[in-house]
C-alpha cells in the first residue's frame, strides 16, 4: 500500500486528492492543514479511503491541541493514528485507551532527521514502542550511505514485518521507501506530488505507484447486484409450496440449487409461476404425496430437509434421487438422526446416500440427537415436525451451523409456524453469546400447525458476495448492492473476517450498498465452522494477509462437494503459496499485494482444477485477479449451481 501524505491542504483541497484515482490511503497531517475540528470530524467520517491521523507537537501546536485533533479523529473513524514516542505520558495513555475503543490501529513512530544508530539501538527502538502499546511501529531515519539504509531495512530480519514501518529519508535513503515493502511493509509514504514531499527523499505518489503496481488495472467501480441467497429462496420455495393459498416470494434469481427446489415444490403439486424476479407459488397445503420418487437435483441441503418433509406427507416409500457431486456425498448422520423419529433410511452403507428410500412415518415425541454433521437435516425436521400429530421436543447436542437453523426458524415463522428455541452454553457463553460456545439447543414443536401463505422478499446472497468483497479488500474497491447487514446468513462473518484482516468497509444508509476497499492486510485467525463455504475464499484472501493466518472448522469441509479441505491446499500449493492442515486448523502464509508484486511472488498462472465444487471456481477467478500469468480452470459450469451470472458479474469488476 503506498499512503499518500498530505499537508497544506484545507478540507476541500484534501478530498480533491482523495477523490483522485490511484489514491489507495491517506496520511491527514492535521499539524500542517487548515482544519477545524468540524472539519476533523467530516474528514475522518465520510470517506472509505484509509486514513492515517497524524498531528506532530511543535511550538506552533501544543500537545493539548494535538492531542484533542488527534481524539476527534479517531472518534470520527480513523484507520491509524500516529503518535510520537516523545508525546507526553499521559497524552499517550489516552491516545492508547481512545485507540483500543474506536478499533484505531495505533502507531508510535521515531523520526532522526540527523542521522542513523546503531543496529542494537534501533531494535530498542522498537521494542520501546511496541512496549508503549504500538500495534504499528514507525522508525524512519535519515542516511548518508548504504550502510546506514541496510542497518533500518535489518529489523525486518528482527520484528514481524505487518507491524514495522521502518525506511531512510534523504537520497542515500530513498530506494528504502520501495524497499521497505518489499520487505513485508503495511505500507509506505510517498508525496502528493514532487513539490509537496513531507519529508528529504519522499518519491511522488504517481511514481511510487508505477513502481509498485506496474500495469495491474484498476476495478470499475460500479456498483455490482448480488444474486438472491439461496440459502433463504430454498427454505422459502418449499414453505410456500407447503402452504396454504397463494405467496409471492420477491427478489428472486434463478441458480442451479433454486431451480431445483422450484422442481420439488411443483413435484409436491404446488403451481409455480414466474414474472421477473417474482416467483408466485400456490401451495398444496401439505397435501399428500403419493408418487414413490423425488428427484432433488445437486442439493445436499434440499435433500437433506425434504427427507423428514416426505416422511410425514407421503403415503408411502419415496426414493430421493439425485445427480453431480450429490451421488458421491454421504448424509453422514442421517441414518441415526432419523431412525430416533422412527424412519429408516434405505441405500448406501455405512452412511445413508443418493439415491436411497424413506420408509417410514415421522413419530412425534421428546427426541435428544446430535448436530455434530450439520444443521441440515436439523432443518429438515424444524420443516416436517410442525406437521405432525403430536408435540415434540428436540434436545440437540453438539450443534453446529446453527446460522443456518435461524434462518429455518425465521423462514417458518413468516409462514405462520412457530417454534420455541433455547441456547445452552457454560458462564463463557452467557457472557458474549458467542454462538461457537454454545453446547446445546433445545426446540419445542406444537403439532397439528398449519403453514399460511406469504409475501417476503428473499435477501441478497453473502456467500456469493465474499468473492467479490475478498477482490476489493486486496486489489482495489468494489461496491455491492443487494444485501442486508442484518442477515441471519452464517456467510454475513466475511465482514467480521476482512474488518479483522484490515480491509476498509463502509454502508450507505440509504441504499444500502456495501463498498469494500483496499487497505494493509495482516494475517487473521476466525472460526469458519459456522459458515464453511466462506473457506475457500477467504484462503485467497490469507494468502495476501502478511503473516500466518489461521482458519479453523477444517473437519466441516469433508463433505461438501468436493473434499474442500484438501482442495483448497492443492490450490494454494499450485499458486506457489504455502499453506498446511494442522487439526482442525488451515494454516496459510501470506504476503501482502505490494510485497508479492516487488519480490517476483505473485499467485503462479497454470491449469486449475474445480474440482467440481463452485466455491473453489470463485476462489479461483478471484486470485486469478493476482496471477502472473494465464489460467484455465477445468470445469466452470458448476458455478450455476449457486450463481450461474457470475462470470459475467466478474467481468465488470
Not at 508503549?132 to 539504509?149: F, I, N, P, R
Not at 528504502?176 to 506530488?193: D, K, Q
Not at 445413508?352 to 450439520?374: D, F, H, Q
Request: glycine share 8%; proline share 4%; net charge negative.
Amino acid at each position: 500500500m503506498i499512503c499518500v501524505s498530505i499537508q497544506n491542504k484545507d478540507i476541500d483541497g484534501i478530498f480533491e486528492i482523495l477523490e483522485t484515482p490511484g489514491t489507495e490511503m491517506a496520511e491527514i497531517r492535521m499539524d500542517l492543514c487548515d482544519l477545524s475540528h468540524e472539519d476533523i470530524d467530516e474528514l475522518f467520517s465520510s470517506t472509505d479511503v484509509p486514513l492515517v491521523a497524524t498531528c506532530r507537537i511543535s511550538d506552533k501546536m501544543p500537545a493539548t491541541e494535538a492531542e484533542a485533533r488527534l481524539i476527534r479523529a479517531i472518534r470520527a473513524g480513523a484507520n491509524y493514528v500516529d503518535l510520537e514516542i516523545e508525546a507526553p505520558a499521559m497524552m499517550s495513555k489516552r491516545i492508547r485507551r481512545e485507540a483500543r475503543e474506536y478499533g484505531t490501529v495505533l502507531i508510535r513512530s521515531y523520526h532522526d532527521f540527523e542521522g542513523t544508530d546503531s543496529l542494537p539501538a534501533l531494535q530498542a527502538l522498537v521494542e520501546k514502542c511496541q512496549h508503549l502499546g504500538a500495534e504499528v511501529v514507525k522508525v524512519v531515519t535519515t542516511a548518508a550511505s548504504e550502510a546506514d539504509v541496510e542497518r533500518v531495512m535489518a529489523l525486518y530480519d528482527s520484528f514481524d514485518p505487518a507491524g514495522l514501518i521502518a525506511f531512510c529519508m534523504g537520497e542515500a535513503g530513498k530506494q528504502s521507501r520501495l524497499e521497505c515493502l518489499r520487505r513485508g511493509a503495511p505500507y509506505t509514504y510517498a508525496a502528493v506530488n514532487h513539490k509537496e514531499a513531507t519529508a528529504p527523499g519522499q518519491w511522488p505518489a504517481s511514481v511510487m505507484l508505477d513502481a509498485v503496481y506496474g500495469d495491474m488495472p484498476e476495478m470499475s467501480g460500479e456498483v455490482l447486484p448480488m444474486p438472491a441467497s439461496k440459502s433463504f429462496a430454498q427454505r422459502a420455495i418449499i414453505a410456500a409450496a407447503l402452504a396454504e393459498g397463494t405467496s409471492k416470494l420477491t427478489g428472486y434469481s434463478p441458480c442451479g440449487d433454486n431451480e431445483s427446489a422450484v422442481a420439488v415444490a411443483k413435484a409436491l403439486g404446488a403451481k409455480v409461476s414466474k414474472k421477473g424476479d417474482v416467483l408466485t407459488i400456490t401451495g398444496t397445503g401439505a397435501a399428500a404425496y403419493t408418487k414413490n420418487e423425488l428427484h432433488t437435483g445437486e442439493s445436499g441441503f434440499l435433500t437433506r430437509m425434504m427427507i423428514p418433509i416426505l416422511s410425514l406427507i407421503s403415503s408411502g416409500p419415496v426414493s430421493v434421487t439425485g445427480e453431480k457431486t450429490l451421488l458421491k456425498r454421504p448424509l453422514t448422520g442421517a441414518r441415526a438422526m432419523m431412525n430416533a423419529f422412527g424412519v429408516a433410511l434405505e441405500g448406501g452403507s455405512p452412511e445413508a446416500m443418493v439415491p436411497l428410500t424413506v420408509r417410514g412415518r415421522l413419530t412425534p415425541g421428546e427426541v435428544e440427537i446430535s448436530g455434530k454433521n450439520g444443521s441440515q437435516l436439523i432443518s429438515g425436521l424444524l420443516s416436517a415436525l410442525p406437521l405432525a400429530d403430536g408435540d415434540t421436543e428436540i434436545h440437540l447436542t453438539e450443534p453446529k451451523s446453527i446460522p443456518y437453523i435461524f434462518i429455518t426458524l425465521d423462514v417458518l415463522k413468516r409462514f405462520g409456524i412457530r417454534i420455541e428455541n433455547e441456547m445452552e452454553g457454560g458462564q463463557e457463553f452467557i457472557d458474549t453469546q458467542d454462538w461457537s460456545l454454545c453446547e446445546g439447543m433445545t426446540f419445542r414443536i406444537r403439532g397439528g400447525q398449519r403453514y399460511k401463505a406469504a409475501d417476503i422478499d428473499i435477501e441478497g446472497d453473502w456467500s456469493s458476495a465474499a468473492a467479490f468483497m475478498v477482490a476489493g479488500a486486496v486489489f482495489g474497491k468494489v461496491s455491492l448492492s443487494g444485501l442486508d447487514t442484518h442477515s441471519l446468513q452464517a456467510d454475513l462473518s466475511i465482514i467480521d473476517i476482512l474488518v479483522e484482516a484490515g480491509a476498509s468497509l463502509s454502508v450507505e444508509e440509504e441504499t444500502g450498498i456495501i463498498h469494500v476497499q483496499k487497505a494493509p492486510l495482516k494475517a487473521f485467525e476466525v472460526d469458519a465452522s459456522n459458515c464453511p463455504d466462506l473457506f475457500p475464499v477467504i484462503s485467497v484472501l490469507a494468502a495476501f494477509c502478511q503473516g500466518t493466518s489461521k482458519i479453523s472448522g477444517v473437519g466441516r469441509l469433508a463433505n461438501k462437494e468436493s473434499d474442500r479441505g484438501k482442495a483448497i491446499v492443492d490450490m494454494l500449493t499450485a499458486m506457489g503459496v504455502k499453506a498446511w492442515i494442522k487439526g482442525d486448523r488451515l494454516c496459510i502464509e501470506g504476503h501482502s499485494l505490494a510485497q508479492r508484486r516487488l519480490s517476483g511472488r505473485m499467485l503462479r498462472g497454470g491449469d486449475y482444477t474445480s474440482s467440481k465444487d463452485h466455491r473453489m471456481v470463485m476462489a479461483i477467478k478471484t486470485a486469478s485477479l493476482g496471477m502472473d500469468g494465464p489460467f484455465t480452470i477445468d470445469d466452470t459450469s458448476c458455478v450455476s449451481k449457486s450463481f450461474p451470472t457470475f462470470f459475467e458479474i466478474f467481468e465488470k469488476l
